[in-house]
């Protein structure tokens, strides 16, 4: 009888363990998200935003850790061995995610060991400069650039990163030579470019709209409103379309679905929520939300053309 009556509180002792298990809602504890790059940058004042409004549909806090280092390698590493849970994910952007893997030998690979949990927004990057310089025209950055003959500094946030790509390609169409200086992230870029390091570099909108008059727009690869429209590259005879950057939010591969799935529902809300909307609008970034699946069609799409495009800027 007495072994009986163990047998029943033992079982009964797992049932409500079982129970109690799945009652339990993920997350029950802050979440870690790894930017890849350096502070003061566009991915770290996005992600400001967002992670302050998004707790109140996710239950919990997501905590931002700024991980830079080996163009963005160093933080993808650590999210791609941390444990699939969903507490660790990493915030970053399709030329970390997608090109690289076409131009060096990564300790990852970016399609299998992590999943897109959602695109956050997009944009293309301008050109910017002092606001004391003397060049108010794309063509008159240019022009010095020449006669320089290779010396002018331009920086850029990290080598075949979301500004030094299009950086490439804006160069080659105007048939400049420059010194390219690499910096770890759009921020730094930006500290070099105030401080006089550099004559130039290309930004996102957020991170121009936050210097406020401490920079000049001379062109930028899209129309931008909040940056007062300056002239868009396509207007002034370049032939081609600088790619655009998105910021995604990607999760280890192997985390569960459920949670993704919570994530992905939580996200999803911000692109209606008024706060999260006007704060944006200060950043002068958009809110164009994509869900993980759709995304993940639209990483392998890139990710073939971007292996092409590798090969045209590396050629010679």
């Not at 030094?164 to 770890?184: D, E, G, H, Y």
């Not at 809300?269 to 006007?278: E, V």
């Not at 993980?292 to 590396?314: F, N, W």
Request: hydrophobic share 40%; glycine share 10%.
């Amino acid at each position: 009888m007495n072994n009986l009556i163990k047998f029943l509180i033992i079982s009964l002792l797992g049932f409500l363990s079982v129970i109690s298990q799945s009652q339990a809602q993920y997350p029950e504890k802050p979440i870690t998200m790894v930017i890849p790059l350096g502070p003061g940058g566009s991915h770290d004042l996005n992600a400001r935003v967002f992670t302050s409004i998004v707790p109140q549909y996710l239950g919990n806090a997501i905590i931002v850790k700024l991980v830079p280092g080996a163009s963005g390698q160093t933080g993808t590493a650590m999210v791609a061995q941390a444990k699939p849970d969903g507490y660790t994910l990493l915030f970053t952007h399709n030329y970390i995610d997608q090109l690289q893997q076409h131009v060096k030998k990564l300790p990852y690979n970016p399609l299998k060991d992590f999943k897109a949990v959602a695109r956050m927004n997009y944009s293309a990057a301008c050109m910017i400069v002092r606001s004391d310089s003397k060049h108010k025209t794309l063509k008159s950055l240019f022009d010095e650039a020449k006669s320089s003959k290779g010396k002018m500094k331009l920086g850029h946030s990290g080598m075949w990163g979301a500004t030094m790509v299009p950086m490439a390609q804006i160069l080659s169409w105007a048939k400049v030579q420059v010194n390219l200086t690499p910096f770890k992230g759009g921020g730094p870029s930006m500290q070099g470019l105030l401080s006089g390091d550099v004559e130039a570099i290309l930004q996102f909108p957020s991170g121009i709209n936050a210097q406020g008059d401490k920079v000049r727009t001379l062109a930028c690869g899209a129309k931008e409103k909040s940056l007062g429209n300056p002239p868009v590259l396509s207007d002034l005879g370049f032939p081609g379309q600088i790619g655009y950057m998105d910021r995604i939010i990607l999760a280890p591969a192997g985390t569960p679905d459920d949670r993704i799935k919570i994530l992905q529902s939580a996200l999803s809300k911000l692109k209606d929520d008024k706060t999260f909307k006007k704060f944006m609008k200060r950043l002068g970034e958009n809110t164009a939300y994509m869900n993980g699946p759709e995304y993940e069609k639209v990483r392998a799409d890139k990710s073939e053309k971007y292996k092409d495009l590798v090969k045209i800027m590396t050629k010679g």
